[in-house]
């Protein structure tokens, strides 16, 4: 079974969290799907909607970890581009649904665990400790020019 969305992995930001929980639910119907009662129409078109949305959806983060003037953007930026290239990959080179299903599986637990779960965090992570630092700072500088 994939984890299920919960405020743990939430980046404190409504739209991304929204996304974060509408991209688990389109993973486990992934996951879930039985190749053998499911109709080749309905993993093409399950396909097509996890892939498109998931492309925007990396599209707002990176715009998001760009405002935030997250250092690690463009590492972070090459993850979504690998993910999307593996995406293509099991998609392009697939010789049958089965197989497509099978790959799949793995991409989006390996997306789901490894990329949300620890690179996604990290930002919200890294963000936390930016925002503490600098309030720290000034709190130093009005010290500073009181004495
Ligand atoms: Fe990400």
């Known amino acids: 079974m994939l984890p299920q969305w919960n405020s743990n992995f939430s980046v404190n930001h409504s739209i991304i969290d929204e996304q974060h929980k509408r991209l688990f639910k389109l993973a486990s ?33 990176e715009e998001y970890m760009k405002t935030i003037g997250y250092p690690k953007l ?25 197989q497509i299903r099978i790959s799949l599986k ?16 990290e930002y919200e992570r890294w963000r936390k400790k930016e925002r503490k630092s600098r309030a720290n700072l000034q709190k130093n500088t009005e010290f500073k020019s009181l004495s």
């Open 106 to 121: 793995e991409i989006v637990k390996k997306w789901l665990v490894e990329h949300i779960l620890k690179h996604d965090l």
């Open 74 to 98: 463009d590492e972070h930026k090459r993850q979504h581009e690998e993910i999307v290239e593996s995406l293509n990959k099991t998609i392009k080179e697939a010789s049958s649904f089965k």
């Open 29 to 61: 119907q992934v996951y879930t799907l039985d190749a053998n009662a499911a109709t080749k129409h309905r993993i093409s078109l399950l396909m097509r909607e996890f892939y498109d949305y998931m492309k925007s959806h990396f599209k707002d983060e």
